[in-house]
């Protein structure tokens, strides 16, 4: 079984939504896009290279697959993310797309959950999930995710597109790794690890 990860930018308030360009995501009258950008030094852009060079394959939405297309093909040659992000396998998840043309691409047709179960079920390595809000609701709800990477920055936004929406299963998570950027964000790892576990705490319990 392969691998799904989710790497996603997030406000402390949870907010995932247009975090890298005032036009990426305007739904809803969002007028915040850009918010992660005066974060991105060299030490985190560093570690989403690492990050993106272990992907065997990546799974995207419709509005963020426009976004990608448009963009990293004009990356120079030498650029590690970029030269990855062209080469890498790609799957489209979309209900409006009739085809897709970026190199390596392939739209994935009927149900989304059961078409991604069938391709975690495949030959191959990591399947890594950027960008696409929707799509990630989708594939929590029909829990679908072994991995969430969530880089954590220092910013209140109030409104948007969160992370973990009305659909969300209930799991357990366990921390596979943590560490902070020189802006202040926080990078951590959650892998999958059962069903959530109950209890409770005050001093009538002597959990106090």
């Not at 992000?85 to 979309?94: D, E, P, Q």
């Amino acid at each position: 079984m392969r691998n799904l990860m989710v790497t996603t930018f997030v406000s402390l308030d949870g907010v995932m939504q247009g975090p890298g360009g005032s036009d990426e995501d305007r739904d809803g009258g969002f007028e915040h896009g850009g918010w992660s950008v005066p974060h991105m030094g060299a030490d985190l852009i560093e570690r989403m290279t690492t990050v993106v060079r272990r992907a065997d394959a990546l799974l995207v939405g419709r509005r963020t697959y426009d976004i990608f297309a448009a963009t990293w093909p004009l990356a120079e040659a030498d650029d590690p993310i970029g030269s990855k992000m062209n080469s890498v396998r790609k799957y489209v998840a979309s209900r409006t797309l009739n085809s897709v043309s970026w190199q390596n691409s392939t739209l994935l047709t009927g149900d989304v959950a059961e078409a991604v179960r069938t391709l975690k079920e495949s030959d191959g390595g990591e399947i890594q999930v950027h960008g696409s809000g929707e799509l990630i609701q989708t594939l929590i709800e029909h829990d679908l995710v072994d991995e969430f990477h969530v880089l954590v920055f220092p910013v209140l936004i109030g409104s948007g597109k969160r992370l973990f929406g009305r659909g969300t299963v209930p799991a357990g998570l366990r921390l596979v790794d943590t560490t902070r950027s020189d802006s202040g964000v926080v990078v951590s790892t959650y892998a999958r690890a059962g069903k959530v576990e109950y209890g409770a705490m005050g001093p009538e319990t002597g959990n106090w």
